[in-house]
């Protein structure tokens, strides 16, 4: 097994799941989760020194999105826009 050695301090991890974040970050998870692997002891311990923290990213923010579900128009419409993702067929 090979490693990659990158010296940081704190690595950010960004989710949509506010639910992941929770139980990432509580030691005491709620009884629905029972059966989560040993990997998640191994990143809580890494949430609780500090070297990675958690952060939710509100539908709004979600740029990936549009590439993966159906969304109202004018969001999808600005996604598409942010991403400089153009309509090669469309006449200007």
Not at 65 to 71: C, E, G, N, S, Y
Request: net charge positive; proline share 8%.
């Amino acid at each position: 097994m090979r490693r990659l050695e990158v010296n940081i301090d704190t690595a950010m991890v960004y989710s949509d799941s506010i639910s992941a974040i929770y139980i990432a970050s509580h030691p005491n998870p709620p009884e629905i989760s029972k059966r989560i692997d040993i990997d998640c002891y191994l990143v809580r311990e890494y949430i609780v020194s500090g070297f990675i923290n958690l952060v939710h990213v509100p539908s709004k923010h979600r740029l990936a999105d549009p590439l993966t579900k159906a969304l109202p128009r004018p969001q999808f419409q600005l996604f598409i826009f942010k991403l400089g993702i153009h309509d090669i067929f469309r006449s200007i």
